[in-house]
Each structure stands twice: as structure tokens, then as C-alpha cells.
């Protein structure tokens, strides 16, 4: 198991930009596929996010690309969400997850997957 402690939310206005980091409390962080889930008020819990292990591939949902950035520093244990040009849209709780593997790089992006959770963070941009 990994702890997982997100930091960086907040209240924006449109069109401002917020960067989210998750820390990771395991020295395997490495091995780790890491994503950024969001979840709004009466909807779903989904995926805008991910990037393996490597940090050779990456995911973002049809609703963020072009805006949102997601990396990772496997020195620092710490993936990051870097949210450009956010609209009233984005506003929902940001989770941090991670899922490990033993071999393998997969790309994972669906809640199932992943076996450990952050905490949360709100972000809510105002119009």
C-alpha cells in the first residue's frame, strides 16, 4: 500500500490556472501508474488523468486535453496536474490514485483499477 497526500486545490476564477501535486509516501513510488480522478457534486467519479511508471505514456480524458498537463518526478515521489484555462466546469473534489505493479507499464484510467486513493482536494473555479 501506498499513502498518497494531494495538495494544490483551491478557488480560481475562469480562465486561471492551478497545479496539483500528490505525494507518495512509498520508495517503489517508481513503480507505481499514478492517475488524477474528479468527481462533481451528483456525478460519477472519472478520470482526467494518468501516466505510467515510466512516464513514457500518459491519458487525458476529451474534456481536458490541451489544458491539463499530468507528470511525474519519481525522485521526489510527487505526480503533478498542472490545470490550465479552467472553466466553471472543472469544479469537482481531485483524487490522487496509484496502482503498482511487479512488471509490466500498463496505463490504467478506470476507478477499478486503482488500489490507492488520496484524500482529495477541492478545486471550484467561479465564473
Known amino acids: 500500500q501506498v499513502q498518497l497526500v494531494e495538495s494544490g486545490g483551491g478557488l480560481v476564477q475562469a480562465g486561471n490556472s492551478l497545479r496539483l501535486s500528490c505525494a507518495a509516501s512509498?520508495?517503489?513510488?517508481?513503480?507505481?501508474?499514478m492517475g488524477w480522478f474528479r468527481q462533481a457534486p451528483g456525478k460519477e467519479r472519472q478520470c482526467v488523468a494518468a501516466i505510467n511508471w515510466s512516464g513514457t505514456g500518459s491519458y487525458y480524458a476529451d474534456s481536458v486535453k490541451g489544458r491539463f498537463t499530468i507528470s511525474r518526478d519519481n525522485v521526489k515521489n510527487t505526480v503533478y496536474l498542472q490545470m490550465n484555462n479552467l472553466n466553471p466546469e472543472d469544479t469537482a473534489v481531485y483524487y490522487c490514485?496509484?496502482?503498482?505493479?511487479?512488471?509490466?507499464?500498463?496505463?490504467?484510467?478506470?476507478?477499478?483499477?486503482?488500489?490507492?486513493w488520496g484524500q482529495g482536494t477541492q478545486v471550484t473555479v467561479s465564473a
Open positions: 512509498r520508495r517503489t513510488f517508481s513503480k507505481y501508474c
Open positions: 490514485a496509484a496502482k503498482g505493479f511487479n512488471y509490466g507499464d500498463a496505463l490504467l484510467t478506470a476507478v477499478y483499477e486503482y488500489d490507492n
